[in-house]
């Protein structure tokens, strides 16, 4: 039973039993074996749901295993991960990269976690056969599209096909939108004129192709009748297409992360190579301006969603990880791995914006907890109610922890650095309960979690708004 102290001098009390949410009330029955936790006037929100983690995929050797990330995910208050199955060109089959990568996971998980599915060469056997075998035995019921990257992205026609295929079995499209020429095209000039330090990555992807990716994106999900998300958002231009497409009752979701709203592109730069710490896509904005459009989103419903994307490689791994990009000791920003840490600092940071009044707490909960459960098919999860899992992350009582700075030191991931370092917060998950064990106790011995206790779950369709059966005129596409 954990017990918080409300406004109204009572005490409301939420009641688990066998890792499930029984009941919320006040003076709830309770016996001498009863384990009572009080929060003290802590606020206590769902466990997190981080939607958009890459945990020991294969192109990233220094990154952190399913062991590590998980384990810094319930040190952050995070209970449920949804994780990346990464189809290469040359797989002519799903079956057995979900398979490998399921192998993975098994045993080494100290949280909760599910799959999503990368497709880099959608099959017509794929898009019939596998995807509906997947989807009803292995409840994968996402997948994620790329419009750049040479050995991912997809062409409009390829993006189309899936959209049926997804449509019809109601599964969660999630697109990365940027415009792949145009970047390519900047990459070309900044290389001939030997502009190849970390910080022209963010030169070479402007938010314009963003822009036109997210617009044609939703374009080709408006044609098709196809519910999408378009991930890691960072333009406020991007936003605004997003914006306007639900403001038209399309169903079009949109997903931001911490990075979009506390890191700016000047930490592209520095000496000694620093400033590959900081290179992910779409890239570190510019101003804060750009950075207060994406606050402004989450208050205003645009962003469904709120993920760490946390896709780590260490920094200080001689010829490996972000020392990728060093070539006989000449930077080249395109050889960097994309991606920054930010699982166990995703709440946290989103919590500061709750505290410093840019976003209420029920924004908070909304985009990252009970929105990416019902996107994603996760009806155990996101929400303190009867019946759900008993999983919960439990605050300090407000003004009760001193300020302190973020240090790499302090967190429990396998990376060398956090693009966080010093930013000040005033509070952290103090207790988190996964199905009603507690696995993380940051006043008592820490980590109490063991790993091997997460279990995979499988998920749902989404139960946020879906297709309307309105088309763009006459024309039906044939399923």
């Known amino acids: ?58 192109n990233t050797p220094t990154g952190d295993t399913w062991e590590t990330g998980t384990r810094s995910a319930i040190c952050g208050g995070t209970t449920t991960v949804i994780a990346f199955v990464s189809q290469a060109r ?72 899936i959209m049926v295929a997804a449509r019809k079995l109601g599964v969660t499209t999630m697109i990365h939108a940027e415009n792949h020429d145009m970047i390519d095209l900047i990459i070309e000039t900044l290389e001939a004129e030997g502009k190849t330090d970390p910080y022209y990555h963010s ?12 617009y044609r994106a939703i374009a080709l999900a408006e044609m098709m009748d196809t519910p999408i998300v378009l991930v890691h958002v960072s333009s406020p231009i991007a936003a605004k297409h997003i914006r306007d497409a639900q403001t038209r009752l399309l169903p079009i979701y949109g ?33 804060t301006e750009e950075t207060d459009a994406m606050w402004s989103g989450i208050a205003n419903g645009t962003f469904t969603t709120f993920s760490s994307d946390h896709a780590a490689t260490k920094f200080n791994v001689e010829g490996n990880g972000k020392r990728l990009g060093l070539v006989d000791g000449k930077p080249f920003f395109t050889k960097i791995p994309n991606g920054l840490p930010g699982l166990e600092t995703r709440l946290p ?15 908070f909960v909304r985009v990252s907890c009970s929105n990416p459960a019902k996107l994603y098919g996760l009806p155990n999860k996101g929400a303190i109610l009867p019946g759900k899992d008993a999983d919960l992350c439990i605050w300090y009582p407000l003004g009760k922890v001193k300020p302190f700075a973020i240090k790499n030191t302090m967190l429990h991931h396998d990376i060398d650095y956090t693009p966080y370092e010093d930013i000040e917060v005033t509070n952290w998950p103090r207790y988190t309960i996964l199905r009603g064990m507690m696995v993380w106790d940051r006043e008592g011995k820490g980590l109490v979690g063991k790993m091997g206790v997460g279990q995979y779950v499988k998920r749902t369709a989404s139960s946020l708004p879906g297709p309307r059966n309105v088309f763009v005129n006459e024309w039906r596409p044939r399923t």
């Open 1 to 58: 039973m954990i017990t918080c102290y409300s406004a109204t001098n009572r005490h409301l009390q939420v009641g688990i039993k066998n890792g499930k949410i029984t009941c919320i009330g006040i003076d709830l029955p309770s016996k001498p074996s009863t384990q009572i936790l009080d929060a003290e006037g802590g606020y206590i929100t769902p466990g997190g749901v981080d939607s958009h983690v890459h945990l020991e995929q294969p």
């Open 90 to 161: 040359a797989h002519e089959s799903l079956l057995p990269i979900v398979e490998e990568y399921s192998a993975r996971a098994e045993g080494n998980a100290y949280c909760d976690y599910g799959f999503h599915l990368i497709l880099t060469n959608p099959t017509s056997s794929i898009l019939r056969n596998e995807l509906p075998m997947l989807a009803k035995e292995k409840g994968i019921t996402s997948v994620k599209l790329y419009m750049t990257y040479n050995v991912m992205k997809l062409n409009d026609r390829e993006i189309l096909n």
């Open 203 to 214: 030169v070479a992807r402007p938010m314009i192709a963003e822009n036109e990716a997210t």
């Open 255 to 287: 997903e931001t992360c911490p990075q979009y709203l506390w890191l700016l592109a000047e930490k592209l730069k520095g000496d000694h190579f620093h400033g590959a710490k900081a290179v992910c896509s779409p890239p570190l904005r510019s101003t």
């Open 349 to 363: 940071l989103l919590f500061k914006g709750v505290l410093e009044g840019r976003i209420t707490i029920h924004d």
